[in-house]
């Protein structure tokens, strides 16, 4: 089975740091551009980050841009998500995400969930204040 497994969530306070992780299961992803999404309570899911197949390219949200780097390790098919000066509006379950298809890091359609392929379950990041 084909499958994105999201890990590292918890409960940390603000002004904290958390590392998510995200890990491939049942194919590579390693030539996919691999993005971050993340939905609140009530909310929309929102584009957070998302970061070339080489990791030469990323890109943020204003709202994470200076707090969170995407990276990825291509050797062992991982993805992160380093979070710092974490905010209770980062509140939300955290998705990992594969596009398949080209997209350009910079463009439009990278932030759009639609032109991702695969996703994985989510992790719960709550942040208290």
């Known amino acids: 089975q084909v499958q994105l497994v999201e890990s590292g969530g918890g409960l940390v306070q603000a002004g904290g740091s958390l590392r998510l992780s995200c890990a491939a299961s049942g194919r590579s992803f390693r030539s996919s551009v691999m993005g971050w999404f993340r939905q609140a309570p009530g909310k929309e899911r929102e584009f957070v980050a998302v970061?070339?197949?080489?990791?030469?390219?990323?890109s943020y949200a204003d709202s994470v841009k200076g707090r969170f780097t995407i990276s990825r390790d291509n050797a062992n098919d991982m993805v992160y998500l380093q979070m710092n000066g974490l905010k209770p509006d980062d509140t939300a379950i955290y998705y990992c995400?594969?596009?398949?298809?080209?997209?350009?890091?910079?463009?439009?359609?990278?932030?759009?969930?639609?032109?991702?392929?695969?996703w994985g379950q989510g992790t719960q990041v709550t942040v208290s204040s």
């Open positions: 970061i070339s197949w080489r990791g030469s390219r990323t």
């Open positions: 995400a594969a596009c398949d298809s080209p997209l350009a890091v910079n463009g439009p359609d990278a932030g759009n969930s639609r032109s991702y392929d695969t």
